[in-house]
């Protein structure tokens, strides 16, 4: 492993100081008009800049796999911003969407970890970024033997809308009346629906170094809205981003230097979490977290943390008979949406849940409990599992109910014989 993009944490050593200057600005702020700042200009300000030329700020200590990096031009490498690598836990052949893909390092990684069975793509609404990662796909698709990645224009939190393809509409529709505007947001509508960016169900993994900090709060609920629609059902998303202990006051939110440098729209550690959870997703859990913080600004500490969180699947709750025992250490646990485990208690629910409680990330602390005989597709009934049903064990056991079998006739220890 090489440890790349080492650059000096934002970190004042003095929180008193810092803190004395945020109290003044926000008395000052009091008595007159909130600064209104434009996330959008500040953040594509900086970035066009840091693809022209590397800007240091912007990135934390990250460890790469250094036998991916070998076949990487110098350029992408030094213009790289992120404070993690979530492409480590991308598997061969899946399809990967990199959310604010930047100069494509991930892409590039990710590319080589699918292989030529899988499929990359980077979205990103930045043209410097964007030429910067494109300037390189012939030459890295030739070092790794074959062209997997492609790179398209668009905003994070609108995965529908084409903005190359929109600009060829607005090419040949300009905007000069109310009119034209109002008929400019019908065509975007109608190539939304009809021509997505990224599809429904298209994607295996999203993963993201960094960027969601960087969209505005007002647009952060449709953000996880949209990475959950373009998700497969039981597809996941691997996050690294910056993450604070506390809320960043006004003072911090105003400064375009720090909300572009990833501090002042860092999520606070648990809304983070629970952004996730809000956009229907489970299995959320933290992989990775900063053990120091990246910066310390007036007594807040920020640090870089990956996330994980699977797409869940929109369909009925039928009941086929099954059921899952929570293995423990907790006394019991609670899910998503509601379901309660109680340890060493066969917990009933419907195929759906099933599904996902015997598969990653629930597969090693659940014991699946398949009945003997399975339940016709015709036959499965309706069920509300949320209620934390205990399965008698007569329903699993079936025609099995009063069977007899006696010391040595059954299963003991597996195919090792009796123990």
Same mark, same amino acid.
């Given at each position: 492993?090489?440890?790349?993009?080492?650059?000096?944490?934002?970190?004042?050593?003095?929180?008193?100081?810092?803190?004395?200057?945020?109290?003044?600005?926000?008395?000052?702020?009091?008595?007159?008009?909130?600064?209104?700042?434009?996330?959008?200009?500040?953040?594509?300000?900086?970035?066009?800049?840091?693809? $022209?030329?590397?800007?240091?700020?912007?990135?934390?200590?990250?460890?790469?796999?250094?036998?991916?990096?070998?076949?990487?031009?110098?350029?992408?490498?030094?213009?790289?911003?992120?404070?993690?690598?979530?492409?480590?836990?991308? $598997?061969?052949?899946?399809?990967?969407?990199?959310?604010?893909?930047?100069?494509?390092?991930?892409?590039?990684?990710?590319?080589?970890?699918?292989?030529?069975?899988? $499929?990359?793509?980077?979205?990103?609404?930045?043209?410097?970024?964007?030429?910067?990662?494109?300037?390189?796909?012939?030459?890295?698709?030739?070092?790794?033997?074959?062209?997997?990645?492609?790179?398209? @224009?668009?905003?994070?939190?609108?995965?529908?809308?084409?903005?190359?393809?929109?600009? &060829?509409?607005?090419?040949?529709?300009?905007?000069?009346?109310?009119?034209?505007?109002? =008929?400019?947001?019908?065509?975007? =509508?109608?190539?939304?629906?009809?021509?997505?960016?990224?599809?429904?169900? &298209?994607?295996?993994?999203?993963?993201?170094?960094?960027?969601?900090?960087?969209?505005?709060? $007002?647009?952060?609920?449709?953000?996880?809205?949209?990475?959950?629609?373009?998700?497969?059902?039981?597809?996941?998303?691997?996050?690294?981003?910056?993450?604070?202990?506390?809320?960043?006051?006004?003072?911090?939110?105003?400064?375009?230097?720090?909300?572009?440098?990833?501090?002042?729209?860092?999520?606070?550690?648990?809304?983070?979490?629970?952004?996730?959870?809000?956009?229907?997703?489970?299995?959320?859990?933290?992989?990775?977290?900063?053990?120091?913080?990246?910066?310390?600004?007036?007594?807040?500490?920020?640090? &870089?943390?990956?996330?994980?969180?699977?797409?869940?699947? =929109?369909?009925?709750?039928?009941?086929?008979?099954?059921?899952?025992?929570?293995?423990?250490?907790? @006394?019991?646990?609670?899910?998503?949406?509601?379901?309660?485990?109680?340890?060493?208690?066969?917990?009933?629910?419907?195929?759906?849940?099933?599904?996902?409680?015997?598969?990653?990330?629930?597969?090693?602390?659940?014991?699946?409990?398949?009945?003997?005989?399975?339940?016709?597709?015709?036959?499965?009934?309706?069920?509300?599992?949320?209620?934390?049903?205990?399965?008698?064990?007569?329903?699993? @056991?079936?025609?099995?109910?009063?069977?007899?079998?006696?010391?040595?006739?059954?299963?003991?220890?597996?195919?090792?014989?009796?123990?």
């Amino acid at each position: 492993m090489s440890k790349l993009a080492v650059c000096p944490a934002i970190v004042l050593c003095n929180p008193r100081d810092r803190g004395n200057e945020m109290a003044s600005n926000s008395t000052r702020s009091s008595h007159e008009p909130s600064l209104l700042l434009d996330v959008d200009a500040a953040v594509k300000q900086r970035y066009a800049a840091a693809a $022209r030329q590397a800007d240091p700020a912007l990135c934390c200590p990250i460890d790469y796999d250094r036998q991916y990096l070998e076949v990487l031009p110098a350029e992408l490498i030094e213009r790289d911003y992120g404070c993690g690598d979530p492409s480590r836990y991308v $598997r061969p052949g899946e399809t990967v969407l990199d959310l604010g893909s930047g100069g494509g390092k991930i892409c590039y990684i990710a590319s080589q970890v699918v292989g030529p069975q899988g $499929r990359v793509i980077g979205v990103d609404c930045n043209d410097e970024m964007l030429t910067l990662a494109r300037r390189f796909q012939d030459e890295v698709s030739a070092s790794i033997g074959h062209r997997n990645v492609e790179f398209r @224009k668009g905003r994070i939190q609108d995965l529908a809308l084409d903005l190359e393809a929109f600009e &060829s509409y607005l090419a040949d529709h300009p905007i000069q009346t109310s009119s034209d505007w109002l =008929d400019a947001q019908a065509a975007a =509508d109608a190539q939304r629906r009809q021509s997505p960016l990224i599809a429904d169900n &298209s994607i295996d993994v999203i993963v993201s170094n960094c960027v969601l900090n960087l969209v505005s709060e $007002r647009d952060r609920r449709q953000l996880f809205e949209e990475m959950a629609r373009v998700l497969k059902p039981g597809g996941r998303a691997v996050i690294s981003d910056i993450t604070c202990d506390e809320p960043p006051p006004e003072s911090l939110k105003s400064d375009p230097q720090l909300w572009s440098g990833c501090i002042s729209g860092a999520f606070v550690e648990d809304e983070f979490l629970q952004a996730f959870e809000r956009a229907g997703f489970y299995g959320i859990e933290i992989l990775v977290r900063q053990e120091k913080p990246w910066a310390v600004i007036g007594g807040i500490e920020f640090r &870089s943390v990956t996330v994980q969180a699977f797409r869940a699947d =929109d369909g009925p709750c039928l009941d086929y008979q099954q059921a899952v025992i929570y293995r423990g250490p907790w @006394k019991s646990v609670t899910d998503e949406t509601g379901h309660v485990f109680q340890r060493g208690v066969r917990t009933a629910v419907c195929k759906q849940r099933f599904g996902i409680y015997t598969q990653a990330p629930y597969l090693a602390d659940m014991l699946p409990i398949e009945p003997n005989q399975p339940v016709a597709d015709e036959a499965a009934q309706p069920m509300d599992c949320r209620k934390a049903q205990v399965r008698s064990p007569s329903e699993t @056991k079936g025609a099995a109910v009063g069977l007899t079998l006696m010391p040595g006739e059954g299963d003991c220890c597996g195919d090792s014989g009796c123990c």
